[in-house]
């Protein structure tokens, strides 16, 4: 089976392909690259797995998901969009499924379910929409402090001596890497289309997690203020129902503990 991943940079698409390059043919390049493919290049892949991130990402128009979507509507090639936990919308601690009607209350929100529409209405029976929580990944050459959850905390304990979370005790959904890579090896097996949460259902609260941080660290202090967040935990039902694959907090805790801070 052959995959075309889109993302050069990008720290999913490039642990896809340490971990699966013996079992699929795998090719990664970037969005610019990908503009260049004509539809018969294209047409000599199974897949397409869209990992690329727009620095404009409440950019509409230029979303790399709609300009593939273009490209492959009318060929038989199978589509994967990166989506995310935010199409929900949910303020309260609940359990989201895939069934529940999303309100997004972002602008991200807001085009990413916008974006899930189009796709599905285009390509309903091949194209895979994978709403993922927060994945537990730190790049250390990474300098933006507002990337991923973990890549703020670190940038703030290591500039600061300080992490900054809401006073509000807020319960966030964490999934490793490797979880996240194994669901979509399996997926991609199957040849399963349609709509698929990919979270852990664990609790875990950002103040955990940035208690857990510091002591890796060995060294910082935790600041409350009234930042605004949502609470969220996805339910993963759906997927364990699929690819029979299923993670403990033990794993996410083990995953923060092997950073190299």
């Not at 999913?12 to 018969?40: D, G, T, V």
Request: charged share 30%; proline share 2%; glycine share 4%.
């Amino acid at each position: 089976m052959k995959i075309l991943i889109i993302g050069k940079r990008s720290i999913i698409a490039n642990y896809f392909k340490f971990k699966y390059k013996k079992k699929f043919e795998i090719k990664i390049i970037s969005f610019n690259q990908a503009k260049k493919l004509s539809k018969k290049q294209i047409n000599n892949f199974d897949w397409i797995l869209n990992c690329a991130f727009k620095k404009n990402k409440h950019n509409f128009k230029n979303n790399p998901d709609l300009f593939f979507l273009k490209k492959i509507k009318n060929l038989k090639i199978r589509y994967i969009m990166m989506s995310t936990s935010k199409v929900y919308g949910s303020k309260k601690i609940s359990v989201l499924d895939e069934k529940k009607t999303c309100r997004p209350n972002s602008s991200y929100g807001k085009i990413r379910l916008k974006i899930e529409k189009k796709l599905f209405k285009s390509i309903k029976d091949r194209v895979l929409i994978l709403r993922i929580s927060n994945v537990l990944t730190y790049n250390p050459k990474n300098r933006k402090k507002n990337f991923n959850t973990i890549d703020q905390m670190i940038y703030s304990l290591k500039k600061y001596g300080k992490i900054f979370i809401p006073k509000k005790n807020v319960i966030k959904d964490f999934i490793t890497l490797d979880f996240l890579t194994k669901n979509i090896f399996i997926l991609i097996k199957k040849k399963k289309s349609g709509i698929f949460n990919i979270g852990s259902s664990i609790v875990l609260s950002l103040e955990q997690l940035a208690k857990l941080i510091i002591k890796k660290f060995g060294k910082g202090i935790l600041v409350k203020k009234n930042n605004k967040t949502d609470n969220f935990l996805l339910s993963n039902k759906k997927l364990i129902n699929v690819t029979k694959i299923k993670i403990n907090k033990k794993e996410i805790i083990n995953t923060i503990n092997n950073f190299k801070i």
